[in-house]
């Protein structure tokens, strides 16, 4: 039974091979006349913008880049983007690039109007007023950022800080998998577990879960699990690229509606402490939460699990089927050369209490986790990834 819902999107997304070189027709045909686009280095070096600025040229529409985004952006890279998006005069952002760049632009077009400092966006339904039209165009196929309403800061020296408010919903997608050729193939495998890990946790969260996100969810593993191992192995495989980042969007759908949980709270220290990328975090810990959660949540892992093994008998009894998929991810990131374990990663097995107490503070996370988790609990997970 449906008592009520809210469940809010993106309202274009294009997709297709060199979408992005139609960048400067549909920034036009916003209204975008002064555009600041906000990357990263690799971008640049790697000329993925190229196709995107002559189209942006030959519309008339001008372009201002800045390309000093880092992995785990602190409010110095944000802060920065605003004083060059200011000095340009620009009407219009684009984020074009992985999370990170996406994250920054979704503040960018909110803090360029002037009417709010960051410091108070931080929490949820936090942001005032509105924002400068925003375009979207994602490099990675993991963190769903083009298609959510959530911006993730560093704000210390271990600490991130998160920015929730349907205001940063992007005007426009593009999803161009030519854009993801180039990803080596440890990034295209850890970014790809992200991303079900967002299917996965928007299907079994206890907080706004609803008819919708479990359907994105669905096709969103069904895309990604089908897809994983080609697009990592045959990295110029231009339909299993598509598939990821068709399928990263609609888990960044799913989760934006019906948020994530314990793995993503038990990943943050993780990334926080040792800038393990966030993909390989969620990748270590997933596993073990899975088991952790089988008791509360075995009836939906068990339906997820038919998708993502599709053919395979599978057992009735909810543990057994959890199990099962612990397995899959377990092998999943083997196969695909990613380590499988914190020991792997240079943690000390002393650091393990730290990274709990840690954890305990994402509790925007932890309330919408299937099963109630203690720092007790988060210790026990780690050392079983450890």
């Known amino acids: ?225 089908g897809s994983i191992e080609v697009a990592v192995k045959q990295g110029s495989n231009l339909e299993a690229r598509g598939a990821m980042l068709l399928g990263a969007m609609l888990a960044g759908q799913a989760f934006a509606n019906a948020p994530v949980a314990a793995v993503h709270a038990l990943a943050y220290p993780l990334g926080g402490n040792y800038h393990i990328p966030h993909g390989l975090s969620n990748a270590l810990v997933l596993p073990h939460v899975l088991r952790f959660n089988g008791s509360e949540a075995g009836h939906h892992y068990a339906e997820l699990a038919a998708i993502i093994l599709p053919g395979k008998q599978l057992s009735k009894e909810p543990l057994e089927v959890t199990e099962l998929l612990a397995q899959y991810f377990l092998e999943l990131s083997a196969d695909l050369g990613l380590p499988t374990t914190l020991r792997e990663m240079a943690i000390a097995e002393t650091d393990l209490p730290m990274l709990a107490r840690e954890a305990m503070l994402q509790q925007r996370l932890l309330i919408n986790n299937p099963r109630v988790l203690c720092e007790e609990d988060a210790l026990a997970i780690y050392r079983q990834a450890f």
């Open 1 to 225: 039974m449906i008592n009520s819902m809210l469940f809010s999107s993106v309202a274009d997304v294009l997709y297709g091979a060199h979408t992005s070189d139609q960048l400067g027709d549909i920034a036009a045909k916003m209204g975008i006349t002064r555009a600041l686009i906000v990357t990263d280095p690799g971008i640049i070096k790697f000329k993925l913008l190229d196709g995107a600025l002559k189209n942006l040229e030959t519309n008339g529409v001008k372009v201002n880049v800045y390309s000093d985004v880092v992995a785990d952006p602190p409010e110095s890279v944000v802060m920065a983007a605003v004083s060059a998006a200011q000095t340009f005069g620009c009407d219009g952002v684009i984020g074009f690039g992985g999370g990170s760049s996406m994250d920054v632009a979704k503040l960018l077009a909110v803090l360029i109007k002037g009417e709010q400092q960051l410091s108070e966006m931080y929490g949820v339904d936090q942001v005032r007023g509105g924002r400068l039209p925003l375009i979207q165009v994602p490099t990675t196929a993991g963190t769903g950022s083009e298609a959510t309403m959530v911006s993730i800061i560093t704000t210390g020296a271990t600490t991130k800080a998160g920015v929730v408010s349907r205001t940063l919903l992007a005007d426009k997608i593009i999803l161009d998998a030519t854009l993801t050729l180039g990803l080596p193939p440890a990034v295209t495998a850890a970014t790809g577990i992200d991303a079900m890990v967002h299917a996965i946790e928007a299907f079994t969260s206890v907080r706004l879960k609803n008819p919708l996100s479990d359907m994105l969810a669905r096709e969103a593993l069904r895309l990604m699990a």
